[in-house]
Nanobody
Framework: QVQLVESGGGLVQPGGSLRLSCAVS????????VAWFRQAPGKERTFVAG????????YDGDSVKGRYTISRDSAKNTVYLQMNSLKVEDTAVYYC????????????????WGQGTQVTVSS
């Protein structure tokens, strides 16, 4: 049984940084593509970034590109999301999700989900 557990969320001031972790258990990251989504209050869950099991990454449009970096540590079976220059509008619950299928922005294509971690950007 594949399980994803996120950690690293919290309260940070605008301009600050956080690093989220997604620990995967039940199978190795080999052949598994992992993405981060976020959901702000009253809004739909949206794609943030994804990383292929071979290492290539992709990001959502202009909203996070240049500020967020997704990476993976196969030895630790963990995927990270480094978030820099955080803005108030980045406030959301962040979820990691995994699929053996290609990375996509469509949340329904992901088989496995974590419980989410809250990120609040506020002064």
């Amino acid at each position: 049984q594949v399980q994803l557990v996120e950690s690293g969320g919290g309260l940070v001031q605008p301009g600050g940084s956080l690093r989220l972790s997604c620990a995967v258990s039940g199978r190795s990251l080999s052949g598994l593509n992992v993405a981060w989504f976020r959901q702000a209050p009253g809004k739909e869950r949206t794609f943030v970034a994804g990383i292929w099991w071979l290492g290539d990454s992709t990001y959502d449009g202009d909203s996070v590109k240049g500020r967020y970096t997704i990476s993976r540590d196969s030895a630790k079976n963990t995927v990270y999301l480094q978030m820099n220059s955080l803005k108030v509008e980045d406030t959301a619950v962040y979820y990691c999700a995994a699929t053996p299928r290609p990375i996509t922005t469509a949340s329904m294509q992901y088989d496995y989900w974590g419980q989410g971690t809250q990120v609040t950007v506020s002064s």
